[in-house]
């Protein structure tokens, strides 16, 4: 077993140090079984680092299983961005990608011993009707004038089903269990249904499929799964799970344990209701940055390092709760603050003209990549007589809070030299568009020899050498804490949860950034290169998080 000092505990930990101390297993196996039928979000990403993260561990094994049975809403596209994900958290499947439509023929078999054992038969009703037959939750259901069919009957019945004999809705399998029961998903429950769909791995080969709930626990079972591991919402679907393992003849007996899955401020955990905004078009794709999905974090700039620190932060509980988005912001603002090199960005430019920097002077000043590590290096800068700097960092006049370029005032120019304001042109709106400044070019990495020290620094590029770019301020896409709650998303929608900047100004070492890696643009955030830019040498950088919680003092 792997070092276990650093290592988490909860309760399914616990369980599994129990169940390896009694001898009940001699190994860990689990599985990460999405259905691909969108992106995964990022309560998925507390599943993965679950999973895996026991199985590296404890020395065990996890597989990655596609539970496939719904071919109508699944995708060979998800598949692929779902193995991506995973590899992208940093974690790799024990063996082959399993499917549960790889035990299709298994499957099949079980639901034919089922008919056998008297334990299954095919159902007639229609949906109306079955709703009807069902019950409520104060009220037990009814049995199917079905439910008694022959097992020779029935055995003929589903043999038609599976060869095509019988259109979509007109009948399905279903379990004999207990109509009476106080747990819903026990009285008499479908496990087989008709459909004529392409399936994205066994084409047109059935034209049946089976239930989630009845293919699920069966391929835990078929893979020797030790400890299978799901969220809150599937612990009264135990029953079904325990109740189909004990009446068909599977190789093992897995154990179905549950934890609290993940809810998150200002986001949607819900698969549907995402595809949903892609559907409405309120966001631009499943990797929009504003979404939830770990596909749009990463191409947000989010760090595999931070997604796994969050779910080690909020840990694992049967306690339903909702997590604040500072926390996950918290996470990466510390990865990226020691990790991310510095670079500077000009997001709304105006002009600074030094008046005695020499007209044909060209410098390379050396800069430091990060403040406190001096072995992510150095990068070179130019610097020349005409710069850009931010239209918010110069005041004609001001009060002494505001620590930028005032005119008759000084501030550091970051990297380079202490300057002096003296004047500023306007157009006819009355915006500042130049600011004509002085400098004393014995401050270049020191301070004024007559002792005084300019209160602010700020950042700056040049501008024959800085290069154009576009910047998406990102911010968070809803308005309330509980989107899920409201009636309509339209109503909820954050305004200003993208801005596009078209008109930015970087300094040139940006041409050489690549899509994803992390910088801190000086006093504005983190940003990453695009990872989805359909001109190669266009400059598109997304916002992943600003230097500082804005929102806790919106909240407060």
Known sequence: MSDTENRPTNFIRNIIDADLASGK??????????????????????????????????????????????PEKEDIDYVKAIQKDVQWLGFQWSGEINYSSNYFEQLHGFAVELIEKGLAYVCFLNSEETREYRGTLNKPGKNSPYRDTSVAENLALFAKMKNGEFEEGICALRAKIDMSSSFMCMRDPIIYRV?????????????????????????????????????????????????????VSVPSTPH????????????????????????????????DPRMPTIAAFRRRGYTPASLREFTKRIGVTKMENTIEMSVLEACIREDLNDNAPRAMAVLDPIKLVIENYPEDKNEDLVVNNHPSDEAQGTRIVPFSKTLYIEAEDFKEEANKKYKRLVIDKAVRLRGA??????????????????????????????????????????????????????VRLYDRLFTVPNPAAAADFNSVINPESLVTITGAKVEPSLAQAQPEAAYQFERQGYFCLDNNITEPSALVFNRTVGLRDTWAKISQ
Request: hydrophobic share 30%; aromatic share 12%; proline share 3%.
């Open 25 to 70: 297993h001699t190994n860990v196996q689990t599985r990460f079984p999405p259905e691909p039928n969108g992106f995964l979000h990022i309560g998925h990403a507390k599943a993965i680092c679950l999973n895996f993260g026991i199985a590296q561990d404890y020395n065990g094994q996890c597989n990655l299983r596609f539970d496939d049975t719904n």
């Open 195 to 247: 459909r004529f769909a392409h399936h994205h791995q066994t084409g047109d080969k059935w034209c049946i499929y089976p239930m989630y709930d009845f293919t699920h626990c069966i391929s835990d079972a078929l893979e020797h799964i030790t400890h299978s591991i799901c969220t809150l919402e599937f612990q009264d679907n135990r029953r079904l799970y325990d109740w189909v393992i004990e009446n």
């Open 256 to 287: 179905q344990y549950e934890f609290s899955r993940l809810n998150l401020e200002y986001t949607l955990m819900s698969k549907r209701k995402l595809n949903s905004l892609v559907e409405e078009k309120l966001v631009d794709s499943w990797d």
């Open 417 to 470: 030299y202490v300057v002096t304001a003296t004047r500023c042109d306007k157009d006819d709106a009355g915006n500042v568009t130049t600011v004509y400044c002085t400098y004393n070019e014995d401050t270049l990495g020191k301070n004024p020899t007559d002792g005084t020290k300019p209160k602010g620094v700020i950042h700056w590029v040049d501008a024959a050498k800085s290069l154009d770019a576009t």
